[in-house]
């Protein structure tokens, strides 16, 4: 049985979404990839085509660089949610210049709202040097601070490195 929330933290390539993928399979609910990313580029497109094909059968992507709320707020008791990645959310707000606290607050709200259980995706960014540019560090910030809000929700928070998960709150399944 899953928590309400769950929320898997992890460097780039760091395995954590691989790890929440495993963990919704296992749930054997109805399960939805609620996706963020955006794809730019030749590079990004390959990244998102080996996501799918890891993933393999048996899910519902909805595509959602911007407006997650519907889909979560749809979502139904017997489905499971997996949101790969905030990350990447926070990244398509803060290009767009959107006003972050109300696209956090709805976000927030979502989740709230959202009757089925939650995986959400996120990078841990706040392990490295300090940004050169003055975008860089506010994104390192807004993450920091948008994955502390998500944790104190979350009832399993875990961190994965080299594929290998560490409970930080809660107890893994």
Known sequence: MLDKL???LGGAGSGKSQ???TLVKNA?????YLATARVWDDEMRDKVDRHRVQRG???TTIEAPMHIGPALTQARPEQVVLLDCATMWLSNHLLDGSDMALAE???????DDCRAPVVIVSNEVGMSVVPENALARRFRDAQGALNQ???ARAGLVVAVMAGLPLALKGTLP
């Not at 607050?105 to 989740?111: D, Q, R, S």
């Open 6 to 8: 769950t929320l898997v």
């Open 19 to 21: 790890w929440a993928e």
């Open 28 to 32: 054997g609910a109805d399960r939805i």
């Open 57 to 59: 059968d048996g899910w």
């Open 105 to 111: 607050a709805e976000f927030l709200a979502a989740l």
């Open 149 to 151: 809000r998500l944790a």
